[in-house]
């Protein structure tokens, strides 16, 4: 190889080994920039801070509020369950599940052979008294002619005074088994103790029906002037609730209705499966909007006020089911922080749960007009 070659490729090797170096040496520079830039997509720097409104979060002292599902019941102090004291078998079905009825309107009407002994124990009641009534009258007029001694006037009496009670006992069977004594009946028409609607039906048309052991009842008559609504709140929960704080009821079949009521009742006993207690809420239903086993959701206000973070409503800012706020971090810059927010205030104030945000940070006051013009600056 000639010197003039050597020198060639000396110069061309060089060259090469100058090249990757660099090639090295830039690429290891640019990983190291790229490695050092961030971008938080929360963070907001602001060129006009100025614009923009700011609010202090405060505290306020306000009742806890708790949220729980339940359903309406009926009262059932206001439940009647209605039975027959006679067995027999339904000839006539006058009413049905749901209907509204009347205190004395006939229900159903039943066939009974108990019914009929009891009018024919009562009809030979009567006769009884009728003849022991005439041996009395007798033996007066043959005491008071010395004819009769005081002793069988006594046992005249005697007999007359329990064909009375014998009387007495069966007249009142014909009533109880649901009879006229003044008109004689195998037919039993079992009548509407009070007003309301009827809530439950264990009987059909022509069904064979016992005495006294009924079990269950034919009907239960509701008086719903008056519903619950029972919910269940989990045991964690339950230091927020006490008896007689307002709740207000809203219902899935009026959603724009708020029904007011108290805490009447805290059950004493925890469901063992869903670890809750029943607690009622009792309401007025003059109307008959609240239907039994409709869904509701109850808000409990708890009478014991604590300290709570309060902002303007108008800072919270709902987006993709949450709710944001922009907190001032620096003079230019902002950062969109999730929140937690617990219904609010009487006087336009959003309620925050503590975390996010602490008393004293200073917030956006219009959190959708910041939003907005930062969506636009980006354009």
Request: with cysteine; glycine share 6%.
């Given at each position: ?13 060089g060259l ?25 997509p ?19 002292n306000?009742?806890t ?11 059932v102090?206001?439940?009647?369950h209605v039975?027959s ?27 009974s052979a108990d ?19 005439k ?6 007029l ?10 069988d ?8 005074d ?9 007249q009142q ?5 649901g009879?006229?004594p ?18 439950e ?12 052991d ?6 239960t008559?509701a ?21 007689g ?6 219902l ?25 207690a029943?607690?009622?809420i ?7 909007t ?6 509701a959701?109850?808000t ?7 300290p ?10 709902r987006l ?30 959003q309620?925050?749960?503590?975390g996010?945000?602490?008393?004293g940070?200073?917030?956006v006051a ?13 354009e």
């Amino acid at each position: 190889m000639t010197d003039n070659l050597r020198r060639h490729v000396a110069l061309m090797a060089g060259l090469l080994l100058l090249a990757l170096t660099v090639a090295c040496s830039g690429g290891r520079k640019a990983a190291a920039t790229k490695s050092e830039v961030t971008i938080d997509p929360n963070l907001y720097h602001v060129d006009h801070p100025e614009l923009f409104k700011l609010a202090k979060v405060g505290t306020q002292n306000l009742p806890t509020l708790l949220n729980a599902n339940g359903a309406v019941t009926p009262d059932v102090n206001r439940n009647i369950h209605v039975t027959s004291q006679g067995s027999g078998r339904v000839v006539d079905l006058r009413v049905k599940l749901g209907d509204s009825v009347e205190k004395g309107q006939v229900l159903l009407t039943i066939y009974s052979a108990d019914l009929t002994g009891a009018f024919s124990d009562y009809q030979k009641a009567q006769a009884d008294e009728r003849l022991s009534k005439k041996a009395l009258e007798r033996a007066q007029l043959l005491y008071s002619h010395g004819a009769l001694a005081q002793k069988d006037l006594e046992v005249a009496q005697d007999t007359e005074d329990k064909a009375k009670v014998d009387v007495q006992n069966t007249q009142q069977h014909v009533r109880l088994l649901g009879g006229d004594p003044a008109q004689s009946s195998s037919v039993i028409e079992l009548r509407a103790p009070v007003s309301g609607t009827i809530v439950e039906q264990n009987v059909s048309g022509f069904e064979g029906i016992k005495s006294l052991d009924n079990s269950p009842n034919l009907f239960t008559i509701a008086d719903l002037s008056q519903v619950w609504v029972v919910c269940d709140v989990y045991e964690n929960d339950l230091n927020e609730v006490r008896l007689g704080d307002s709740a207000e009821v809203r219902l899935a079949a009026y959603p724009g209705e708020v029904y007011h009521g108290k805490v009447a009742d805290i059950s004493r006993v925890l469901d063992p499966n869903l670890r809750s207690a029943k607690v009622r809420i009792v309401l007025p239903n003059p109307n008959g909007t609240l239907r039994p086993n409709m869904y509701a959701v109850a808000t409990f206000r708890s009478s014991q006020l604590r300290p709570r973070l309060v902002v303007p409503a108008t800072a919270v800012m709902r987006l993709q089911d949450k709710d944001w706020v922009f907190r001032k971090e620096s003079p230019n810059q902002f950062r969109k922080i999730e929140v937690l927010s617990s219904g609010a205030t009487s006087d336009g104030l959003q309620e925050l749960q503590d975390g996010a945000v602490k008393t004293g940070d200073e917030i956006v006051a219009n959190a959708l007009e910041f939003s907005t013009a930062m969506a636009e600056t980006k354009e």
